[in-house]
């Protein structure tokens, strides 16, 4: 009877080894979801970061919000970037803002106005109603072009959001007359943001927009995706 008992213990011992051995196969371990890197969202100290914070190969874009080749490279690389190289893990993607004017400076405190679940649609936004209230500026009367450049900065930076049409651009995104005003009229976060600017064209060297680096190199005379994701899969070998 003891012989017995002591069988069967022995038997139940190697079938838990035996299942433990099937979990921790190769096989097993392919059969867990992968994280989706995708709802990864962190604000860095200059810009904002989408994907494994701990990615090897780390994609930083500089971007002017009235830059028409950004609008083009943003419109190009969305896609395939955050499917092939975000989502798994490859990759991250920091953007950062590069002012060139005021519009500049108004774009992204509007794009950057709110929480930082809400950064990357705003961005999109932006980026992709380029060609409309690009069309309003260069219209722009001197009248209004003088009111982006008298006053008080909040009264300024309202007076471009207003004349491109940014509020009802950004109100299917959920953001009201005054929640985009709040925002505009923090004169401390426009210093701020200008300074980092120009720190960062000192840094890199950054001769124009969209300029991207891997790996905080410069990647010199790179401005598209067809010239960009030869780069990212050379880096992520």
């Known amino acids: 009877m003891k012989l017995k008992t002591a069988l069967s213990t022995l ?3 190697l079938a838990a080894l035996a299942l433990a051995a099937v979990a921790a196969s190769p096989a097993a371990a ?14 860095t100290t200059g810009g904002h970061l989408l994907g494994n914070p701990q990615a090897a190969t780390k994609l930083t874009v500089f971007i002017s919000y009235t830059c028409p080749h950004c609008a083009s490279f943003e419109a190009e690389s969305d896609g395939p970037l955050r499917a092939a190289y975000i989502q798994p893990g490859r990759v991250s993607l920091e953007v950062r803002p590069f002012l060139r004017n005021v519009l500049d400076l ?3 405190l509007a794009v950057e106005c709110g929480p930082e679940s809400r950064f990357w649609g705003n961005h999109r936004a932006m ?7 690009m069309q309003r500026a260069t219209g722009a009367t001197q009248a209004q072009q003088q009111r982006w450049s008298t006053g008080p900065v909040g009264q300024r930076l309202r007076a471009v ?3 491109m049409g940014w509020y009802e651009l950004l109100a299917p995104r959920g953001y009201s007359r005054a929640d985009l005003d709040r925002c505009l ?3 401390a976060a426009a210093r701020a943001l200008s300074a980092r600017s120009q720190a960062d064209g000192t840094r890199f060297n950054i001769p124009g927009t969209p300029a991207l680096l891997i790996n905080d190199r410069l990647q010199a005379n790179v401005y598209d995706w067809a010239a960009l994701r030869p780069l990212l899969d050379a880096a992520t070998r």
């Open 11 to 13: 038997m139940l011992a």
């Open 30 to 43: 392919q059969s867990q979801p992968r994280r989706n890197w995708l709802t990864t969202m962190t604000e």
């Open 127 to 133: 980026l992709r109603g380029q060609d409309a209230w």
């Open 185 to 187: 009229n923090d004169e």
């Open 106 to 108: 108004a774009a992204t």
């Open 161 to 163: 959001a207003g004349d």
